[in-house]
């Protein structure tokens, strides 16, 4: 046992290194070699080469896909090409769940991309769950410095036993580390990856105002460039890691690392830019910040600049804050996070 958890620290460690050296020569698996249908029947098309898969909606259903096996930590990434034109109520989602296995405990790490009305930006929430502590929404809600749905982006997340990061384009936008007092809301046991495209009407834009508008479907998101590095387990007794992880050992050095120092300006300047909403700062929701939060005076600052009633702690209040949207920040086109 020991000498696999040593194995398993070495397995990670390797891992943080190939991300904080933005890797791109992680191996690209074919659509059938990682992922099977999960719904949406007709509504998930693989395309010739095998490497790429359009989901749609429309008015009979959604689509998904998922991974075939289950993952206890890992680097995990897919590029994206999100729908175009009026896309309201539209959510895409690219996460990490085991919300079938364990129903009433589930964790989650998740990517959500949200429509919008025509002249509108998509937005990009992340969030995640542990031990099924959905109680507590940890919501983070950006703009995106590119237009979602000209072309691919790749969007990846890392998971290891003590930190979560999220990446745009290899860019991390934003960080979670493990803390005691999140207790078991850090996501603790192996997941599927997993790709849907669905009807979030009553949420996702504007809390419900606008909705999707089929009279513009099918509403088609595009899969390339599948990422499936982490540590499979045995989904008969998926807490019982599985020996084939050893298999998988990367070959190189052991430097365990997180966020370079280059790699944390370009996310400070990706926040500071385009961050619309975070939970640590929403006084409707949290008199007091949940325990894990690290406050940062000047994202506090601007975020209340930017809505005073969510983030200043008005009396006012506008109900569940946290499903709303909000109008996209100003962008600088002179802006560069690489």
């Given amino acids: 046992m020991v000498n696999y958890y040593m194995f398993f620290f070495i397995f990670l ?49 959604g689509a998904g896909f998922v991974s075939q096996d289950l993952y206890f930590h890992g680097f995990f990434s897919a590029s994206i090409k999100l729908p175009a034109d009026y ?14 296995m364990f129903e009433k405990n589930h964790d989650e790490i998740d990517f959500e991309f949200l429509g919008n009305i ?8 992340t969030n995640i769950y542990g031990n099924g502590s959905t109680n507590v929404g940890r ?18 997340i890392l998971w290891t036993e003590n930190l979560i990061i999220f990446y745009v384009d290899y860019v991390p936008i934003r960080e979670i580390k493990r803390t005691k007092a999140m207790g078991g809301d850090f996501p603790s046991k192996p997941m599927s990856l997993i790709a849907t495209i669905w009807d979030g009407s009553n949420w996702a834009t504007n809390g419900g105002k606008y909705k999707v508008n089929y009279k513009y479907a099918p509403y088609i998101a595009e899969f390339s460039d599948f990422i499936l590095h982490g540590c499979a387990v045995d989904p008969i007794d998926p807490i019982e890691l599985s020996s084939k992880c050893d298999n998988t050992t990367p070959k190189t050095p052991l430097i365990p690392t997180g966020i370079s120092l280059d790699q944390r300006r370009k996310m400070e300047n990706f926040r500071k830019e385009q961050m619309q909403y975070s939970y640590c700062y929403d006084k409707t929701r949290y008199k007091v910040p949940p325990p894990e939060c690290v ?12 809505d005073p ?23 600088d086109d002179d802006v560069s996070f690489m």
């Fill in 13 to 61: 460690s390797c891992i943080l290194v190939l991300v904080s050296g933005f890797s791109r020569n992680l191996p690209i698996l074919a659509f059938d070699e990682g992922y099977s249908h999960l719904f949406g029947d007709n509504n998930l098309m693989i395309l010739k080469d095998g490497k790429s898969v359009h989901i749609s909606l429309d008015k009979r259903t």
């Fill in 87 to 100: 896309t309201a109520g539209v959510v895409v989602a690219f996460y990490m769940s085991n919300g079938d």
């Fill in 118 to 125: 025509r002249g509108k930006d998509w937005r990009i929430q």
């Fill in 139 to 156: 919501e983070e809600r950006y703009g995106l410095w590119f237009d979602p749905s000209e072309d691919f982006h790749q969007y990846s």
């Fill in 295 to 306: 406050i940062d005076h000047k994202e506090a600052e601007r975020l209340r600049a930017f």
């Fill in 309 to 331: 009633v969510t983030f200043g702690g008005s009396h006012h209040h506008h109900g569940k804050r946290h499903r709303r949207s909000r109008s996209k920040l100003k962008d």
